[in-house]
């Protein structure tokens, strides 16, 4: 067979069409291009690195650091695809050391944009400046310079419009990039980490002893308060950090940041196992919250597998996993036991926690290093109403005739608004004992009482009535500077759900009303909570798909508690508004509600039918 003349359907691409489509691997979003200039910083051996961004780091990215600098050859060596300095063979790659080793980051982020460099070493007298505008060097010179290096990132994505407009707004922009910073500073405490915005301060977090000081920088007293410390050594393996109390397990998944090698990453197996070493302790649509640091043996994991670095794999992922969990399960234990809870972790709700570990932060050196209330918790006596409060207030019960729409997900029965409601008590003060109709029910007063709440909340949402009740003394709240971008973001739209915000300060917000419905609770645990609830919302199909976990958050912070004795008129109360629901059977977050045991089954039971 001939081969036909002329020109071939396969060509080689340009030169700087490929250092486009490599840039697209590498710098997805502003974002990105921070942790890879981040990554640089630490591996120079920087002590203090400043990140100063403007418009989310659309128009601006500027990283200075202190670190060992760059003399005029490598400055120019540096934006060369494939150049690195951390490796030499091709033997390195079986164990990496550093944070960044592909050689792709610098000359992809050129492409894309405008650079400027200015680069010292400590022991030139002189250093370099740089300037590239799409990869281009267009010009090179001699500048004085403080030892370090300071890279400046302008007009991102200039010359490739395609990427540019699938950016999202400069606030959620930013908050992608805070959490790139917070989540460097979670892994290396013994170095300052400044982060500026548009001129301003937003983080500050400077040199600690230790991680739970910086856990303490970052997600403040009351994460410490919810946590037991991890830590154990083994052959090949170390596994330290904070892991939730089962006790103060909520819904929401953040933080979980997980750390190999100090290298953030997500990782299904090390995930999987963690919850795996909860057990049944966690109930159904809560969730585990870590901070956990991961040490292998860097021959015996690969961090060349994603363009970003963003994965890893183990070449022992079963050991990885079953070490995990056994660690997760002898924490809990552990922690249990400290707390005067048995070791199956069915301790009283509201039980005293364990107090975290200190852990010390590790070196530079080679591997290994040294060195929403949930509906189990009892709420503290300052946020539950007092016995003579009505439950008209507590569980929300309004006037007038309620619809009978049911919800998602939700069953009925024959049994429905109307029927007869007799309490007959109340097991470990969670589950309530009634007839309803003909029927013997046992119910969870937790759950069931925010279904009743939550679907009260749809309702006034969907006429766009949900009212707000002033507090008395408005409530400060903190949140993570990425939460602080989402909330500022949405403060209009969950005023029209009845929660009055108002920002105070660059990271802090005042509670100033919340829905009518709901009570007293803890807020600004319930603030903590949505914030997670808003990062879905971009993702979201339509208005209705983002406001329902809202409302869910809403109605289970507000629900009366287990753990919690009632009255049997509360009881009562609480039994008729669900049946008034047309008793649904499951909460908003899935989990189950009641036990249904009808009169014919009762007399099958006993031998009479």
Known sequence: MSVASGVG????????????????????????????????????????????????????????DDGEGMGQADALLAFQRHATSKLRSEEDLLGIRTLGFRGEALPSIASVSKVRMVTACRHEPVGTRLLMTGGTISKMEEAAAAPGTQIEVTDLFFNTPARKKFLKATTTEFSHLCQIVQQAALAWPRTQFRLKHNGQDVLDYPPVASLRDRVLQIYGPRFLKDIIGVREERPGFLLEGFTVNPVRARAGRSPQDLFVNRRPVKNATVSHAVSDGYGGHLSKGQHPVFVLFLAVDPDRVDVNVHPTKREVRFADQDMIHQSVRQVIRGALRSGSEESGMPSGLSG???????????????????????????????????????????????????????????????????????????????????????????????????????????ERLWRAWQARGVQSQPLLIPEPVDVPPHGATLLQQHLADLATLGLELELFGSNSFVIRAVPALLGQFDYSTLVQDLVEDLAQWNAASSLETRVRPVLASLACHGAVRAGRALEPSESKRLIEDWVEESLPMTCPHGRRIALRLPAEELARIFGRA
């Open 9 to 64: 359907k396969i060509q080689v691409l340009p030169g700087e069409v490929v250092s486009r489509i490599a840039a697209g691997e590498v710098v997805e979003r502003p974002a990105a291009v921070v942790k890879e200039l981040i990554d640089n910083s630490l591996d120079a051996g920087s002590t203090r690195i400043t990140i100063e961004v403007t418009d989310g780091g659309r128009r601006m990215i500027r990283v200075t």
């Open 348 to 454: 009283p709700p509201g039980s005293p926690d364990r107090a975290p570990a200190q852990l010390t932060a590790d070196g530079r050196g080679d591997w290994p290093p040294h060195g929403s209330t949930a509906a189990g918790e009892q709420a503290p006596d300052s946020m539950r109403p007092s016995a003579q409060q009505t439950m008209a207030h507590v569980l929300g019960r309004g006037d007038g005739p309620m619809a009978t729409t049911v919800g998602e997900n939700a069953q009925t029965y024959l049994v429905g608004p109307g029927c007869e409601v007799i309490p007959m008590g109340q097991i470990g003060r969670t589950f309530l004992v009634a007839q309803v109709g003909s029927e013997l029910h046992v119910i969870d007063q937790h759950t069931a009482h925010e279904r009743v709440l939550y």
